[in-house]
């Protein structure tokens, strides 16, 4: 039965998802007295079919992109591709599909990763949360200011949704006009949904019944591991061809004319977490290809772009249509679908996709104003001084070369978890760190450094933990990390060594306290030699403290041992303010006391670089 938002959105994840398993929830236009009225034409009998057209336009990983922003460089994003970002383009965008299409004729989706990403999304998660604080109401969130004025009809959980915990979701949740979608978040105690799985739009053709669209929401599985600590013993997250082959055929008992899944979820099927759990990562293409009655999926997480693919389902031999707009607001989906009314019914005959680029746009000037104020608050608080530099860190070189930059990280993190065990019975093990390369554009500059400097060498909300390893562990571990490289016998080019088997930067981890070399020559799985502690061929039995963030300390890169060794410590502090706060009471970053060249690349024993 329809429910009205508001009333959804304040009751209990449990008691709210009863609500929703029983009758989904209805539109925000059906909720507030509102549908929207699309165009058509009425046929008498013998003659032409009654035909109708609609468009459904998708973004997603917007990751707290508002205007065309970079808040760690403090200027207008750009890149190799002069691509832009931010809502305020895919604003503009939006308008010009729906004064092409009819403005009635349109749904607006997003496929998750909302609420973190910038320093936009972080202040308004930590420093001013939108939760609030001292018993005041908290802020309107940046994102959900313009995605409220653009009139989104739906949007999925990302997993990145979690990362400042739930009560920050739920505020979000609280705040926006449209549902969150999340047909497979659920209560950990009841098994039923605690978001809305799905949601129902009506568009009216006029002399005809209307169109009735379903929309559902699928998030990734990965959640449970990637925020534990956030949701273990709260929400669980089963896969997502199991829970839309249960809510696919309601949408069609409830008389969808049209079905399109919106899933934080890949489409190549693979998984960053081995088989740590039972359901793929990317399961976009399954979904499609395993669960009959769907149309259309509009896709994310993976930050592609794919402007159009088939897949045909193996029940009913159907196409289904899926597109992925990349990410962070460069592009935007457009599915186009063409209905005819056939023996009662409406019935798809077509569905067509592409994507349109934002850096052929303007800012929407709407979005600017509501959000400026916000904006300028951020970038005053991104550019306060910290401390400073002797001398310029770059990151450009870390993926293939021991770079200061990577060792500031690890030195941050060993003395942090050595100060937090000194008291304890683990005082006397060296501690080891692992940090990995999230930009390859990051600076801290010579002289005077700022928040936006710290928080651009660490991107993602991650927090320090300890874990209990052997020197056989970390040999397995580094070895792992190693398959980051291409095997290459001949000329060595930077540019092509790297990002084997699309690796991202992020899943190549050094480690620190330990030396070591890599042979690139040589296969995956035999590449790393001589790793040395404390000057001597390290000990296979010995123990070790390994500081590590909390993505691969839950096995986030499937990295091996990590995930099942004792935690000895944790902290629930982002390193990204550990880092800011240690730079604050050192006041000066000088890579004399801390920079050391540990690991490096061979080629047959021959050192690379």
């Keep these: 039965m329809p429910l009205n938002r508001r009333t959804f959105l304040g009751t209990t994840a449990a008691a709210g998802a009863g609500v929703a398993v029983a009758g989904g929830v209805a539109s925000p ?51 190799a591709a002069h691509n832009d970002v931010g809502l305020a383009k895919i604003s503009t965008l939006v308008d010009e599909v729906r004064k092409e299409k009819g403005r009635h004729n349109t749904l607006l989706i997003d496929a998750g990763d909302i609420i973190q990403g910038t320093q936009l999304s972080y202040y308004y998660a930590r420093v001013e949360p939108i939760t609030g604080s001292g018993g005041k109401r908290g802020p309107e969130h940046p994102m959900a200011l313009a995605m409220n004025h653009m009139r989104y009809d739906a949007a999925a959980l990302g997993n990145h949704e979690f990362n400042y915990g739930i009560p920050t979701l739920r505020a979000f949740q609280e705040q926006l006009d449209f549902p969150l979608l999340g047909a497979n978040a659920l209560d950990a105690k009841t098994l039923k949904p605690a978001f809305p799985p799905y949601a129902v739009r009506r568009l009216r053709v006029p002399h005809g019944p209307d169109v009735k669209v379903g929309i559902l ?12 600590a956030n ?17 696919v055929p309601k949408l069609r008992a409830l008389g969808c004319d049209v079905v399109i899944c919106t899933d934080h979820s890949g489409l190549d099927g693979g998984t960053s977490y081995g088989d740590a759990l039972p359901y793929p990562e990317n399961a976009s293409s399954l979904v499609a290809e395993q669960v009959p009655g769907i149309d259309a999926i509009l896709v994310g997480h993976t930050h592609k772009e794919v402007a159009s693919r088939t897949v045909v389902n193996k029940e009913t031999g159907k196409s289904v249509v899926l ?16 209905l005819e009314f056939v023996r009662g019914r409406w019935q798809v005959v077509s569905v067509t996709a592409e994507v349109r680029n934002a850096n052929a746009v303007a800012e929407d000037p709407v979005v600017r104003r509501l959000v400026k104020a916000e904006h300028d608050k951020v970038v005053a608080y991104v550019n306060q001084v910290v401390g400073t530099n002797a001398a310029e860190m770059r990151s450009t070189e870390a993926p293939y070369k021991d770079v200061p930059i990577i060792d500031l990280i690890n030195r941050i993190q060993t003395e942090t978890v050595k100060a937090a065990l000194a008291s304890s019975e683990y005082a006397a ?5 692992q940090a990995a390369c999230f930009s390859r554009s990051a600076v801290i500059p010579a002289g005077k450094v700022t928040i936006r400097d710290v928080a651009g060498l660490y991107v993602y909300e991650n927090t320090l933990e300890a874990r209990l390893v052997t020197g056989a562990q970390v040999r397995a571990y ?47 799985g035999s590449r790393v030699s001589k790793v040395m502690f404390d000057g001597k061929p390290l000990d296979d039995k010995a123990q070790f403290v390994l500081a590590v963030n909390n993505y691969r300390a839950n096995g986030g890169g499937n990295f091996p041992g990590v995930a099942t060794a004792k935690q000895v410590w944790a902290n629930s502090d982002e390193i ?3 880092m800011i706060a240690w730079v604050k009471a050192k006041g000066v970053i000088d890579q004399a006391e801390f920079a050391s060249v540990d690991w490096k690349l061979t080629q047959n024993g021959v050192p690379v670089f």
Excluded: C
């Design 217 to 228: 929401g699928l998030t990734n599985p990965g959640i449970a591991i990637w925020d534990k």
């Design 576 to 578: 990204r303010n550990t």
């Design 429 to 433: 093990l060296p501690v080891l760190s």
């Design 29 to 79: 236009a059906a909720a507030e007295g509102r549908e929207d009225l699309g165009l058509g034409h009425d046929h008498g009998q013998g003659r032409p079919p009654k035909r109708y057209a609609f468009s459904v336009m998708g973004t997603t990983d917007l990751h707290g992109h508002v205007f065309n922003w970079d808040y760690f460089t403090d200027k207008e994003y750009d890149d």
């Design 478 to 524: 580094l070895e792992f990390s190693a398959n980051y490289y291409v095997q290459t016998t001949g000329a060595v080019d930077p540019a092509k060594i790297t990002n084997a088997n699309s690796t991202p930067d992020y899943n190549y981890d050094v480690v620190s306290g330990v030396s070591y070399e890599i042979d690139i020559a040589k296969p995956a």
């Design 231 to 247: 949701v273990q013993g709260k929400m669980t997250f089963p896969g997502l061809v199991e829970q839309a082959r249960i809510y």
């Design 323 to 338: 597109s992925e707009p990349y990410m962070w607001g460069m592009r935007l989906s457009v599915f186009d679908f063409a």
